[in-house]
């Protein structure tokens, strides 16, 4: 089993910049790949960003490519998603997932464990 805690949401206005953060604890090591995920009211839960294993290959969704960055600590069992630039439809509530692999998925049902989330808002 793998507990997941994202932390660092908050309410930025348009154009600011956030830094996700997802504790991993329990059963956790370099033999998970981990993902960022958001659901906004009324919207199905969207893929943000994914990262390897090794942490070499990181991949993203359409919407935030250029403007989040995904990275992993391995020491301290953490995954961070970096957000800059900002935008209101940015908004929504962020969970960060893990499963056993060598590529992350970017699909809801490929992830095994996932967290409460945390919320994200941007004002206009």
């Known amino acids: 089993q793998v507990q997941l805690v994202e932390s660092g949401g908050g309410l930025v206005q348009a154009g600011g910049s956030l830094r996700l953060s997802c504790a991993a604890s329990?059963?956790?090591?370099?033999?998970?790949?981990m993902g960022w995920f958001r659901q906004a009211p009324g919207r199905e839960r969207e893929f943000v960003a994914g990262?390897?294993?090794?942490?070499?290959?990181?991949y993203y969704g359409d919407s935030v490519k250029g403007r989040f960055t995904i990275s992993r600590d391995y020491t301290a069992d953490r995954v961070y998603l970096q957000m800059n630039s900002l935008k209101p439809e940015d908004t929504a509530a962020y969970y960060c997932?893990?499963?056993?692999?060598?590529?992350?998925?970017?699909?809801?049902?490929?992830?095994?464990?996932w967290g409460r989330g945390t919320q994200v808002t941007v004002s206009s």
């Open positions: 329990g059963r956790t090591g370099s033999g998970y790949v």
């Open positions: 997932a893990a499963k056993i692999g060598m590529f992350p998925p970017t699909t809801v049902d490929g992830y095994d464990y």
């Open positions: 990262i390897s294993r090794s942490g070499a290959s990181t």
